[in-house]
């Protein structure tokens, strides 16, 4: 394999660039050639590409790749691509690769990502590999994708700055956290900060429900003589924050309710230390994947079940995307033993919570 092709694709995720130095540093030390596609998908489909190289470059500027591991975001640019998601488009983006004379291809991002990578295999003999970056933590085969750590990191930092102004004034908070269709960052925050309840899609419950059992946890935490609570609300529970604060007020006149909406706040940063040695392992498990000769599969980080193929890395194996994406599909739809397991966690940690 002469020429590797590296992509990252849908929400950026921050460790992202710190898999695009690892990827470079390993296909520099084996020789091979590593070509950079830029804005994801949509890039690909219009051949623009850029030569990844560890030295000073058009790309990374004097600094080369040694400042790259820090920076959040991703230097490549990423897209959610609607023109890949025609098979037309797929055609354009195998046949840009071919043009380019790519022989095995990294794409680096979430579900949408990995799906548009399992199709370019099947649909054109491209050989891919994946790496999990989502900070939602929603994909199947890995125990954390890229960006997840520091998203968490952020979400603890921006709890405490509310926390403080929340116990000043007596009042509760509902913050809210990304994740449309996974709730892991609001289920691991809410341990992490030790908040008083915490609101995710999973737990199916409907808008009035929800706003009893906010309302409850609300009312008992003051009577007990807190200063504060404190609520966290995965995205992707449909009740709007403002809605739910204005329905709590009115239950509870006197009390004092307020809503934070960190959005893609939480998206950006810094990579923390775990999410750099995460995606500086993945990658360089990747790239020594397509090496070997595999293809169509996804690199996973301490894979929450079993089976997977060995790497050089104890730490990762790699699955058949095929695998990943019915295991991402489950863990949507909670059929997954793996979500079943966080659900009965959290259902335990919710009767101490609002202690
Ligand atoms: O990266 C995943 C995610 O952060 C979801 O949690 C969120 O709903 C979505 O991306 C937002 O994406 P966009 O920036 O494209 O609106």
């Not at 994740?179 to 892991?184: E, F, I, S, T, V």
Request: proline letters at 4%; hydrophobic letters at 45%; one cysteine or more.
């Amino acid at each position: 394999m002469k020429t590797i092709g590296l992509l990252t694709s849908g929400g950026d995720s921050p460790g992202m660039n710190a898999a695009i130095r690892a990827a470079a540093k390993t296909c520099a030390a084996r020789g091979v050639r590593l070509v950079g596609v830029r804005e994801g998908y949509e890039g690909l489909i219009d051949g623009r590409m850029v030569e990844v190289v560890p030295g000073p470059s058009p790309l990374l500027g004097e600094t080369g790749l040694d400042v790259l591991g820090s920076q959040g975001g991703t230097i490549l640019g990423s897209a959610r691509s609607a023109r890949f998601r025609e098979a037309g488009g797929r055609a354009r983006a195998a046949d840009a690769l071919r043009a380019a004379g790519v022989d095995g291809l990294v794409v680096i991002g979430g579900n949408g990502s990995l799906t548009g990578a399992h199709a370019l295999a099947r649909e054109h003999g491209v050989r891919v590999m994946g790496i999990p970056a989502s900070i939602d933590n929603d994909i199947g085969c890995t125990a954390m994708a890229i960006g997840t750590d520091t998203a968490l990191n952020t979400i603890v930092r921006a709890c405490d700055h509310v926390d403080d102004t929340a116990r000043a004034h007596r009042r509760a908070f509902v913050v809210e956290v990304m994740g449309r269709a996974c709730g892991y960052l609001a289920m691991a925050s809410a341990v992490a900060v030790g908040a008083d309840a915490v609101l995710f899609r999973e737990q199916k419950r409907d808008e009035d429900a929800i706003v009893q059992a906010v309302a409850g946890v609300v009312e008992q935490g003051f009577a007990r003589g807190k200063r504060r609570v404190l609520i966290i609300k995965a995205e992707g529970v449909e009740i709007p924050c403002t809605r739910l604060v204005r329905r709590v007020e009115e239950r509870l006149p006197g009390l004092e309710v307020r809503a934070v909406v960190l959005g893609h706040i939480v998206r950006g940063g810094n990579p923390t230390s775990l999410d750099r040695l995460i995606s500086a392992r993945l990658a360089f498990t990747a790239v020594m994947g397509l090496l070997e000769g595999a293809t169509d599969e996804m690199v996973g980080w301490n894979p929450p079940l079993s089976g997977g193929t060995a790497t050089p890395d104890g730490a990762v194996k790699r699955f058949p995307l095929e695998r990943v994406l019915q295991e991402t599909a489950a863990l949507e739809d909670g059929s997954s033993p793996v979500m079943a397991r966080r659900l009965q966690l959290l259902q335990q940690v919710e009767g101490v919570l609002p202690l």
